[in-house]
């Protein structure tokens, strides 16, 4: 039995895509403790979640500059849903694509 145990926060994260975990929160965890977490066991970049938790689920949003180091706002047990963002950079390349590939078929000459 040790005393830091019982501070310690067990939450369930669940992605959009269906991916499940359990991650294990310190009382002093902040909202860029979070987003790390998430980012090394689900693979996905802090800039490309959105953090859901409650009911009915509200986005848990980033804290103001002077609150940065607070801890985060979870209980122990709760469920937290995150959503994988698409990356704009990846939209745009694929929207990139989708134009000059339209370009070039418009560009047929006829004999």
Do not use: M, W
């Not at 830091?4 to 929160?25: F, H, M, P, V, Y």
């Not at 937290?80 to 418009?106: G, M, P």
Request: charged share 30%; proline share 8%; aromatic share 4%.
């Amino acid at each position: 039995y040790s005393p830091s145990a019982i501070k310690e926060k067990k939450i369930r994260i669940t992605t959009n895509d269906g991916r499940q975990a359990t991650l294990t929160l310190q009382p002093s965890t902040t909202f860029a403790d979070l987003q790390e977490s998430i980012a090394k066991e689900f693979k996905v970049p802090p800039h490309l979640q959105s953090i859901r938790c409650g009911f009915p689920p509200k986005e848990l949003l980033p804290p103001k500059e002077e609150e940065k180091n607070e801890p985060v706002s979870l209980q122990h047990g709760d469920r937290v849903t995150v959503e994988i963002l698409k990356d704009v950079k990846d939209t745009a390349d694929e929207v990139n694509l989708h134009a000059s590939v339209s370009v070039a078929h418009s560009i047929k000459k006829e004999d």
